[in-house]
Structure formats: structure tokens, C-alpha cells
């Protein structure tokens, strides 16, 4: 039986959504060991809690067996990942995802240390019946068309964390997320549509839109990300399981609709310049049409609810972009 715990591992800790969370679970009086290799985190991500005695940063990788020896944790949160390899050919995604998380998963049964997993609503893959929930199929594409190898790193990893409790008791939670943006986002596709978007706006050139941008998904913002995160975390009692964390099936909007809406907020009396980006370009490739979850079971267990709208989340993500390239230009 667990009780609340003291000390949690991050790994990612550096990076968009790692560096969020563990400045959260330092505030709220927890012990925080992150572990970053820096390959995509910022230290800057971490200024606020980098010196203070809760927070330890391993600067590493996540998948030595070394480091998760030498440490130690009730709780382990495990973001660090590769992402989409819509630019490259999968092959390091499946390798290195697979790879962290075997060690990960090792080391948490071996010291009975309970896993909080970062997975993702690509896992839903092509299913066309909408909203998503948790017992929803997934319905993963052929192994022939690049898309699938992230959601197919992440769902590898589901599969493990679910025989392992079944084998040996282990408790976890898998969270899927759909697409979260906020301050703090990577530059570039790897921080999503958002954060190259908004860049695109502020520097005035063409929006580049892949596909025709009648693809539809719904947004998260980080606040509410990490407000579900850290409900897990506390919540020791919990059946082991699976949760999306997602915005309301109501925010579903394309992504034509979201370069409408970020061109309103930075150049309202300019009309967007769109270069579209056919998806042949990247290769064999597919996209998900519509990608909208249910957040149904995280309200109903955890009373967690997404409560910042795309329009506000935007406008803050907006001007953290901003302070960012006038720091940038004053240096």
C-alpha cells in the first residue's frame, strides 16, 4: 500500500512539459530528482527551482541503468521521449523510446516504485468513431508508412506497464495527451503546431500548413496538463490505468481555423499567406483526420477538467514567444 509520496523522479525534466511539472511538484512541497540528456530540454526551462534544495538535476540519459541505480523514489514520471518522425525515417523513435522505457519499467519493478507514463492519443490511430475514450480501439496504420512509429513506441510501452502489473503487481498510470502547447513549448514542429504557427506569425511569413488544414484536434493547455499530472501523482489510491487528458470534445478545431485564430491574436488586420505542405513531401505518410478525446473518466475520478480556453492559452503562449525574441534580440 502506498502512501502519499516524497520524492518523484522526472525524466525529461528539462524539457516543455517536464520542466513545468517539476516546478509545480517542487511548489507543492515535494522532493524532485529530474533526469535530462539535453538533447531537446533547456536549462533555462528550470531557472526557478535549480537551486533550490528539493530539486536534484541529473543531467543524463533516462535509459541508464547507472543513473536509475543510483537513486531512489516512491513515484516516477516518465515524459522523456522521441517524438513524431514525420521528418525522419522512425527508426531512432522505436529504437530509443523502446530502449528508455524498458530500463524504466525494469528499474520501477524492481524497486516497486509506481509509474506514471507519458503516452499519447496517437496511439487511437485511425479509429473513426469520435470522441475517444479510454476503451476505445486502436487502430495503428500499416508498418509501411512511417506515422505509426510513435505511436507505436508509446503504445509498446502500454502494453509492457499493463503485463507487468498483471504479473507482478506493479501500479501505474498511463496518461495520453492530446496536443498540449503552452510557454516553454520547443521551437519548431517538435513543439507542435502552435509553436510554429505563432513563430510564423510574429516573423510575418507564410503560415505552412501540411495537408489542405481540414485536419481537426483538440488543444490542451500546460496549466491543465499539468494540473492532471500532478491529481495522478497525489492520487495513491487509484486502480492502475488509463486516462486521456484532453480538452472538451466542444474545442475541436482544424488547423486552418487555428492559423485563423493565432493570425487574429498577433496581425488582426492582415489575412494570413498560407504555403501548403502536401504530405508526400515527408515520404510515406498519413495523417489523422479528426483527433478529438473524452475527458470524461479524469472528471468523474479525479474531478479534472481542462478550464483554459484556446483564445487565452493562445494570447499567454503568444506573449511568452514574444518576451522570448526580445530577450533574444537584447543579448
Known amino acids: 500500500m502506498f502512501i ?3 520524492r518523484i523522479i522526472v525524466t525529461g525534466a528539462a524539457g516543455f512539459i517536464g520542466s513545468h511539472l517539476s516546478v509545480r511538484l517542487i511548489r507543492e512541497g515535494y522532493e524532485v530528482i529530474g533526469i535530462d540528456n539535453f538533447s531537446r530540454g533547456r536549462i533555462e526551462n528550470l531557472a526557478e527551482i535549480i537551486s533550490h534544495p528539493n530539486f536534484r538535476l541529473i543531467e543524463g540519459d533516462a535509459g541508464e541503468d547507472e543513473i536509475l541505480a543510483s537513486i531512489n523514489a516512491d513515484t516516477l514520471v ?3 521521449s522521441g517524438k513524431i518522425p514525420r521528418f525522419d525515417s522512425g527508426w531512432q523513435v522505436l529504437r530509443e523510446n523502446e530502449r528508455v522505457s524498458n530500463s524504466i519499467l525494469q528499474y520501477c519493478m524492481k524497486n516497486y516504485v509506481r509509474l506514471i507514463f507519458a503516452s499519447t492519443s496517437d496511439v487511437y490511430g485511425k479509429n ?3 470522441p475517444f475514450t479510454e476503451t476505445s480501439d486502436l487502430m495503428i496504420g500499416s508498418p509501411e508508412n512511417k506515422r505509426w512509429a510513435y ?3 508509446k503504445l509498446h510501452t502500454e ?7 498483471r504479473s507482478s503487481g506493479l501500479p501505474f498510470q498511463i496518461m495520453r495527451f492530446f496536443g498540449c502547447y503552452g510557454p516553454k513549448m520547443a521551437e519548431g514542429w517538435w513543439g507542435g503546431p502552435q509553436s510554429v504557427f505563432i513563430e510564423q506569425a510574429l516573423n510575418k511569413t507564410a503560415f505552412s500548413i501540411h495537408g489542405d488544414g ?4 483538440s488543444y490542451l493547455y500546460i496549466d491543465d496538463l499539468v494540473n492532471a499530472v500532478v491529481r495522478l501523482v ?3 489510491e487509484l486502480d492502475s490505468g488509463i486516462w486521456n487528458i484532453c480538452g472538451d470534445p466542444s474545442t475541436e478545431i482544424s488547423v486552418f481555423d487555428l492559423v485563423k485564430e493565432i493570425q487574429t491574436l498577433t496581425n488582426p488586420t492582415e489575412a494570413p499567406e498560407i504555403e501548403w505542405i502536401p504530405y508526400a513531401s515527408f515520404g510515406q505518410y498519413e495523417d489523422v483526420m479528426r483527433r478529438v478525446g473524452s475527458a470524461e473518466k479524469a472528471f468523474n475520478h479525479l474531478g479534472w477538467k481542462a478550464e483554459t480556453t484556446l483564445r487565452e492559452g493562445l494570447k499567454r503562449t503568444i506573449d511568452w514567444m514574444k518576451q522570448q525574441s526580445n530577450d533574444a534580440e537584447s543579448v
Open 78 to 80: 516518465h515524459l522523456a
Open 214 to 217: 481540414t485536419q481537426t484536434r
Open 234 to 236: 497525489e492520487e495513491v
Open 128 to 130: 473513426p468513431a469520435l
Open 4 to 6: 502519499k509520496p516524497k
Open 151 to 153: 505511436a507505436l513506441s
Open 159 to 165: 502494453f509492457l506497464l499493463c503485463a507487468a502489473n
